[in-house]
């Protein structure tokens, strides 16, 4: 019979996360949790904050390659860096179940995992997606060489799979997708983490109805949609001229932040919006707690967590009826969905919740919805099971061989 307890486990997460030192307040509790309640040892690999490496231990233990500017260099660097460094925790810290962030660098991980079969050690390999594996980075940055770009991706993921012995998904189309390209993997889904307690305990100032502002918040980048959302706004501006936009998120596209600021500019919005840079989970309760609504207008998503984040703090969400939103946004119940990149959908949607929409009743149900939908402490049993299930599966290939 398989056990699920992870205790005694080492588990080496092969990421491409950027990290701080220290961590930030969400993520120290979230290695605490891991560590602590199911008692592993977790060692993490992925990029550095910059150009300088570092190694450090806060509840997990980090190893940390520099972060090159340019994406191709930072891929090239995670396939020479990763695999050498997973074989050597494997062989002398132990490991012996992987994690990887998504099947690209799955495959950097699956290489270690085969290395390290010729040192005699059998590891565990999770597979993990989060988003669409086909389209989500063409709509993230522009990319040139696209067709070997298709071609890198498609053979990285097919070797990462191949030698997976679990998968994990957020979201049902995100496991329909990866479900798909290796059908005869077991498979856990759950929500990634999110600090769940610092907006359902967040106290708002007002209810949503004598609110004024919208928020939006994510990277920017193409695939989010803001300039969807700039164009909505300045439509409906005229209309509710006491509304402001707060765009909040990581300027990870240069040129696509300069293009919104330049459309703020043409559309007359200077005094309407306003950018803001990455802010600490507290920070963007506070910001998720003034909104009327929420507004995610993306192309693609797998499970967003700022959607589940703007519910526990009691506000509506409007977002597109893409991928994973569907599944924990109900049209009319907890907000609204709309078609992806249609801005007069969107703007109608924008009015309405001015004028027409019961936004506190919206607000309740929403908090009611991911309150009972997300739990940290249902995290991290999941996680705990899915640990196990990649050391069983591991070492059944072993017994059965």
Sequence with gaps: MQSTDPRGLRVCWVDTMRYTQPLSDS????????????????????????????RFHQHAHFYLWPALPLAMLRYLTAYLVAPPLVLWLILTRGVNVLIAHDPYIGAAAALAKNMARLFGRRVGLVIETRGDLEQGLFMQRDLRFKSLWRAFMRLT??????????????SDSSRQQIQA???????????????SSAFSQVVPDKPPSQRCDMVY???LVPRKGVHHLLDAFARIRPQIPQAHL?????????????DLHAQVQRLGLTDAVT????????????????GRVFVLPTYSEGMPKVVIEAM??????????VDGIPEVLQDGVQGYLVP?????????????????????????????????????????????????LAHHEANKQARVR
């Design 157 to 170: 993921a097919n070797y990462a799979l191949r030698h997976a012995d679990a998968l994990r998904a957020v």
């Design 340 to 388: 992806a990149g249609d801005v007069d959908a969107l703007a109608d949607r924008l009015l309405h919740s001015f004028t027409d929409a019961d936004v506190d009743v919206l607000g309740q149900q929403a908090k009611a919805f991911a309150t009972q939908y997300y739990s940290p402490e249902a995290y991290i049993e999941s996680y705990g099971r899915l640990f196990a």
């Design 312 to 321: 526990l703090c009691g506000t509506p969400v409007i977002a597109s009826a």
């Design 275 to 290: 950018f803001v840079d990455h802010v600490s989970q507290e920070e963007l309760a506070r910001y998720m707690a003034r």
């Design 217 to 219: 918040t994510g990277v």
């Design 181 to 195: 390209m290796a059908p005869d993997k077991p498979m856990m889904q759950f929500m990634s983490w999110t600090d």
């Design 27 to 54: 993520q120290a509790k979230k290695w605490q949790r891991l560590t602590d309640d199911l008692g592993v040892d977790i060692f993490v690999t992925s990029f550095a904050p910059g150009l300088r490496p570092r």
């Design 246 to 258: 707060w765009l909040i998120g990581k300027a990870s596209n240069a040129e696509y932040t300069a």
